[in-house]
């Protein structure tokens, strides 16, 4: 048999007190509202002896706040955004909020549909990875008072809160590691997209090339070709066309396993005779034969800022008083597979 839900109503006729008194006490309200810490104590006690546990929906309703945030990427699965997302879970459940994860895959259809059911429900807060068309709605979610923060990608002409990496300087700064070890026919293999991150990546591996007087190797993978894990083909047809590479740099991790992968099948020399960097770091290229040199972004610190920053936001009566664009250092981790290449005499 179902157990019968215990009330706020059901509490006060059980300790002969008023309905007020209780909400006060469970909703933290006791010392503003001078309730006694005796009779603050026994409704605390007494809620945890019944198990109390309040109705999200009513207390949404009377308080305006849901404490859910939502985190909207482009893909939740990608290994960047799932440890980005257990470090943002676990911020914001120590400050009382729980989070919904989502995965918008970069189309603006859908992340407009989600914006709009999450809006509904009355959320807190959104942190978005955005799809390139949906800055109305940003804009509109701003003006409606929301607390919004942009992640890896913003829109230029839109005062909006946004935490991204310096993705060019990152670039220019791997590209120029694989040139100081004598890497000088370096490709850059990425994703036919005008997002602003990807052009930045792609624009500071052509400012070292240039920089350096070398030649430019760029792929361009169709954007839906490279997320229906058609890359492979592009890549080993690139590779089997361009013989004098002697270095690839993959603008992301999934490109990089769609290399490994093209590499292995077709020419396992090629592992270890190209250099070889990846944009964005995983566990497995630390223990990969060789290990993978990889622009790792700074998880730890990108997490705490868009906390820091969201909780701010969620206490602010105006969130448009608030405007920071946060941009943060990569690091270049070092390994096996860049490592100084011996030229012939």
């Not at 500071?204 to 090339?209: D, H, Q, R, T």
């Amino acid at each position: 048999m179902k157990k019968k839900t215990v009330s706020i109503k059901n509490i006060a006729e059980d300790l002969n007190i008023s309905v007020t008194t209780v909400s006060f006490v469970l909703n933290g309200k006791a010392k503003e509202k001078h309730i006694s810490k005796i009779l603050t104590q026994k409704v605390l006690d007494y809620a945890k002896k019944v198990n109390y546990k309040p109705n999200q929906i009513a207390q949404s309703l009377r308080t305006g706040k849901s404490k859910i945030l939502v985190f909207m990427v482009e893909d939740i699965s990608n290994y960047f955004f799932s440890k980005l997302a257990r470090i943002i879970e676990d911020i914001a459940y120590d400050k009382g909020y729980k989070v919904i994860f989502c995965s918008n895959e970069n189309q603006d259809t859908k992340s407009l549909e989600l914006i709009d059911l999450f809006k509904n429900r009355q959320v807190d807060g959104f942190i978005i990875v955005p799809s390139p068309g949906i800055k109305s709605m940003i804009a509109e979610l701003i003006e409606e008072n929301h607390p919004v923060i942009l992640l890896d990608r913003y829109f230029s002409d839109l005062e909006c809160n946004s935490v991204v990496i310096d993705n060019q300087e990152a670039t220019f700064d791997a590209t120029k590691h694989l040139i100081a070890n004598k890497y000088l026919n370096i490709a850059f293999i990425t994703t036919d997209s005008d997002q602003m991150q990807m052009q930045n990546r792609l624009f500071g591996y052509e400012s070292a090339i240039l920089e350096s007087n070398l030649k430019s190797h760029v792929l361009k993978i169709p954007y839906r070709e490279a997320n229906d894990g058609k890359s492979k083909d592009f890549i080993k047809k690139f590779i089997d066309e361009s013989k004098e590479l002697d270095a690839v740099f993959f603008a992301t991790n999934y490109l990089t396993q769609a290399g490994l992968e093209a590499f292995k099948e077709n020419n396992p020399e090629f592992i270890h005779s190209l250099g070889i960097i990846t944009f964005d770091d995983n566990e497995l290229f630390k223990i990969y034969s060789p290990t993978i040199t990889a622009v790792s972004q700074p998880l730890e610190a990108i997490g705490n800022k868009l906390m820091e920053l969201m909780l701010r936001l969620l206490k602010q009566k105006d969130v448009k008083e608030i405007s920071e664009k946060i941009v943060l250092n990569a690091e270049l981790k070092v390994r096996e597979s860049s490592t100084k290449r011996s030229v012939k005499s």
